[in-house]
Nanobody, 124 residues
Framework: QVQLVESGGGLVQAGGSLRLHCAASGRNIYAVNDMAWYRQAPGKQRVLVALITNRDVTHYADFAKGQFTISREDGKTTIGLEMNSLKPEDTAIYYC?????????????????WGQGTQVTVSS
């Protein structure tokens, strides 16, 4: 019911910057609530990078504080992740996450959605 489309990943040299984007869409969306970015490095578990609530309160993983910035880009359905001073250890697939309220069977229900992921590679 809800699709998340990420963009903005790519290859960058250490010390460089990238900005990721994630847009939520769907026919039956009632509200997009919390949205977040996670990342999964090769051989490691997926971990939270940053989250923004529906009231625009932000939370960051310790490793992301001061380096990454999450923000809303277009109303409540699109978020961005500004990544600065990138290091090789930031190399990972970055996934967008959204908690969404949507109409289903005549009621508003809660759903969790994930994007397909976008690769970020930082070369040394």
């Amino acid at each position: 019911q809800v699709q998340l489309v990420e963009s903005g990943g790519g290859l960058v040299q250490a010390g460089g910057s990238l900005r990721l984007h994630c847009a939520a869409s769907g026919r039956n969306i009632y509200a997009v609530n919390d949205m977040a970015w996670y990342r999964q490095a090769p051989g490691k578990q997926r971990v939270l990078v940053a989250l923004i609530t529906n009231r625009d309160v932000t939370h960051y993983a310790d490793f992301a504080k001061g380096q990454f910035t999450i923000s809303r880009e277009d109303g409540k359905t699109t978020i961005g992740l500004e990544m600065n001073s990138l290091k090789p250890e930031d190399t990972a697939i970055y996934y967008c996450y959204a908690a969404v309220s949507a109409w289903s069977g005549g009621d508003v229900r809660e759903f969790e959605s994930w994007g397909q992921g976008t690769q970020v590679t930082v070369s040394s």
